[in-house]
C-alpha cells in the first residue's frame, strides 16, 4: 500500500506539472498556438499562428500589403506605439519560421559548432553581461536573438504596460532598429539554411511571406540600412518585396 501510495502521488503531481507546463521534451507542443510576442500595452490585435493553419492553408498567408505595416498615429507622439506592435509583430513572424516547421531541431541535428551554419564569409555574433562578443552556432544565435527581443519586449522599462507612462527616448535608435537589424540577421540564416536542405513548399513560402512583411515594414518605417552585409547577401530576396512596395508607393 505504501508503494502505491507513492506511485499515484508522483504520477499525479508529475500530471500536474505536465499540465500546467507542457511537455517536458517539447517547448512547442503541437496542439498548442506558438506563444506570440504580444505587448501588453498594444492597442491592435495580433494574428495567432499556429502550426496547423499554416501548414494546411497557403492563402493564410497574405500578399505583400501596405495594410500589414500601416499603423495609424496622430502624431509622433504616437509613433512609438505603433513602432512597438509593429516590432511584436515582426518578432512573432520570424518566430514562426524557426519554431513551428522544427528548423531549430533540423539544424540542431546537423550538429552546428561556434561560427558554423552562417552564410558564407558571414558569422554573427551574440554578447554577455559585459557586451563582450561570444561566438556560438548559427541556430544557438537565432535562439538568442528571439530571446533577446522578447526579453526587451517583456521589459516594462523599455515597454511600458501602463497607458499613461511613457516609452524612453531614442526608442527607435536604440531599440527598434538594432532589433531590426538583427531579425535581418534571422532571416539571412534560415534562407541561407533552406537554399542548401530540403524543405516543405509550406516552409519556403511561409519564409518569403514573412520576410516580404519584413522588408515593407523597414522601408515604409526607414528601420533598416540596406546597404550592409547581411542585405546584400539577401539582396535578391529584398528585390522582390521592395519593387512591390516602391510600385505601391508610386500608385498612392
Known amino acids: 500500500?505504501?508503494?502505491?501510495?507513492?506511485?499515484?502521488?508522483?504520477?499525479?503531481?508529475?500530471?500536474?506539472?505536465?499540465?500546467?507546463?507542457?511537455?517536458?521534451?517539447?517547448?512547442?507542443?503541437?496542439?498548442?498556438?506558438?506563444?506570440?510576442?504580444?505587448?501588453?500595452?498594444?492597442?491592435?490585435?495580433?494574428?495567432?499562428?499556429?502550426?496547423?493553419?499554416?501548414?494546411?492553408?497557403?492563402?493564410?498567408?497574405?500578399?505583400?500589403?501596405?495594410e500589414i505595416v500601416?499603423?495609424?498615429?496622430?502624431?509622433?507622439?504616437?509613433?512609438?506605439?505603433?513602432?512597438?506592435?509593429?516590432?511584436?509583430?515582426?518578432?512573432?513572424?520570424?518566430?514562426?519560421?524557426?519554431?513551428?516547421?522544427d528548423i531549430e531541431t533540423e539544424m540542431r541535428s546537423k550538429g552546428f559548432g561556434p561560427g558554423e551554419g552562417f552564410p558564407e564569409g558571414m558569422i554573427y555574433y551574440a554578447w554577455d553581461l559585459r557586451n563582450a562578443k561570444v561566438e556560438m552556432s548559427a541556430v544557438d544565435y537565432i535562439r538568442f536573438i528571439l530571446d533577446w527581443v522578447e526579453d526587451m519586449l517583456e521589459d516594462i522599462r523599455i515597454f511600458p504596460e501602463d497607458l499613461e507612462s511613457e516609452f524612453p527616448p531614442n526608442l527607435e535608435r536604440d531599440v527598434i532598429k538594432p532589433a531590426f537589424e538583427r531579425i535581418l540577421h534571422v532571416y539571412a540564416i534560415l534562407f541561407h539554411y533552406q537554399t542548401r536542405n530540403p524543405v516543405e513548399r509550406i516552409e519556403r513560402y511561409a519564409l518569403e511571406s514573412t520576410f516580404g512583411h519584413f522588408i515593407y515594414a523597414s522601408l515604409y518605417w526607414g528601420l533598416l540600412d540596406f546597404n550592409g552585409e547581411s542585405a546584400t547577401y539577401l539582396k535578391e530576396q529584398i528585390d522582390i518585396p521592395r519593387k512591390s512596395f516602391l510600385e505601391t508607393i508610386e500608385d498612392l
Open 70 to 101: 500601416e499603423m495609424d498615429y496622430a502624431d509622433d507622439e504616437d509613433k512609438p506605439e505603433a513602432l512597438a506592435s509593429l516590432l511584436c509583430d515582426i518578432v512573432n513572424d520570424a518566430s514562426v519560421n524557426f519554431f513551428a516547421y
Open 1 to 66: 500500500l505504501v508503494c502505491f501510495y507513492l506511485f499515484w502521488t508522483a504520477t499525479t503531481v508529475v500530471s500536474c506539472l505536465k499540465m500546467s507546463f507542457g511537455r517536458f521534451d517539447d517547448p512547442w507542443p503541437d496542439d498548442r498556438s506558438l506563444p506570440v510576442r504580444k505587448h501588453k500595452r498594444n492597442r491592435n490585435e495580433f494574428r495567432t499562428y499556429s502550426k496547423e493553419e499554416r501548414s494546411e492553408d497557403l492563402s493564410f498567408y497574405e500578399p505583400f500589403s501596405l
